[in-house]
């Protein structure tokens, strides 16, 4: 992968400059879409779950799961919920405040679940959640850059105080760079052509909007391409959101890290959104399976019924994986 020797040296790049999109900066959420959780049914029920148990909700969002899940263990039990946006953290301490003692939300990335349990005095748990989606919340809002549907700056960062933006990519990495990244996080057939003519056109000005880059990849679509079913620049706000928040590279650090922290009989519960999620979660089950850690409680991946994937079509290309601590 790129972020090897990339991403170091983009950070030496840009470390004497200022991206137009400013410093982050907290602000009080006062309504919200709450996102919807996936496969909610599902994961009460693979997680085994049962009042005394401590749960760790790895991307809580802001708590559609969590809350469900504090529901089936208390009395007496404990859910630990991370999360790197800080706004889906203020919006899940206001869904869960009535299980403050049974409740702990962490700002912090998942790769750090290790640190951040240690840090909560915790060795053993009996269950650890992944949903891997991007919230409607974050799509909802776009001044947070990630969907070509809403015109807003090139953002994408999870983590508002992260240093790198999809900005100081797409403007400053050169064109087989930037290839590189649309191919290997979103498999996107046009990589070639689209790297050329965003670097021809920030030659002009700076990409920094959403628009700016959708309308980029139009443009570099065949015509017989550029009208398909998928809007074109799916691939691609995929890949680079991927690359901005190092997402792969984090979620394989915590698969690993995961294991070792379930206590004998915890399950892991992964929610992913598209086929290079799902390859790590599937190639590291079956490892851990190998090696007599874990028992894989799903060969197949669990996909929405199908009047979920009609009430929630979001939910349509998730899958989810299950295994057991041995």
């Known amino acids: ?85 800080e706004d889906a953290l203020a919006i899940a301490r206001h ?11 962490v700002y912090g990335s998942f790769a750090d679940i290790d640190n951040i349990l240690k840090d909560c005095g915790i060795r ?35 983590d508002k105080k992260s240093y790198i933006s999809a900005y100081d990519l797409m403007n400053n990495l050169n064109e087989q760079e930037i290839s590189t990244i649309l191919w290997n996080f979103g498999q996107e057939r046009w990589h070639r052509r689209i790297a050329r003519l965003l670097v021809r056109e920030r030659e002009k000005h700076p990409i920094t909007t959403t628009s700016q880059l959708s309308d980029i990849v139009f443009r570099a679509m065949p015509y017989k391409h550029k ?8 691939r691609t706000f995929q890949a680079v959101r991927i690359a901005v ?16 922290l379930l206590a004998k009989g915890g399950r892991i519960c992964v929610i992913s959104f598209h086929s290079l999620e799902d390859r790590i979660v599937k190639w590291r089950f079956r490892e851990f399976a ?13 996909t929405p019924s199908w009047g979920e994937a009609k009430e929630n079509p979001s939910s349509r290309s998730s899958k989810l994986r299950v295994a057991e601590r041995l």
């Open 245 to 260: 928040n190092r997402e792969l590279e984090s979620l394989e650090s915590a698969i690993t890290k995961s294991v070792d």
């Open 124 to 158: 053993k748990v009996d269950g650890i959640l992944f949903d891997l989606g991007v919230s409607s919340l974050q799509l909802g809002d776009p001044e947070r850059g990630f969907s070509f549907n809403k015109d807003g700056p090139l953002d994408m960062r999870m």
């Open 95 to 105: 869904q869960l405040e009535h299980y403050g003692k049974n409740s702990r939300l």
């Open 1 to 85: 992968m790129f972020e090897s020797g990339l991403l170091p040296r983009l950070r030496r790049d840009v470390a004497g400059w200022a991206s137009p999109l400013g410093a982050p900066c907290v602000e009080e959420i006062v309504e919200t879409k709450l996102h919807t959780p996936v496969m909610l049914g599902e994961i009460l029920e693979y997680l085994d779950l049962a009042p005394g148990k401590t749960v760790v909700d790895a991307t809580v969002g802001t708590a559609g799961h969590a809350l469900e899940v504090l529901k089936k263990i208390t009395p007496g039990g404990r859910l630990i919920g991370i999360d790197r946006d």
């Open 227 to 234: 009208y398909q079913r998928i809007h074109p620049a799916t």
């Open 290 to 302: 190998s090696n007599g850690l874990v028992r894989i409680i799903t060969p197949k991946p669990l």
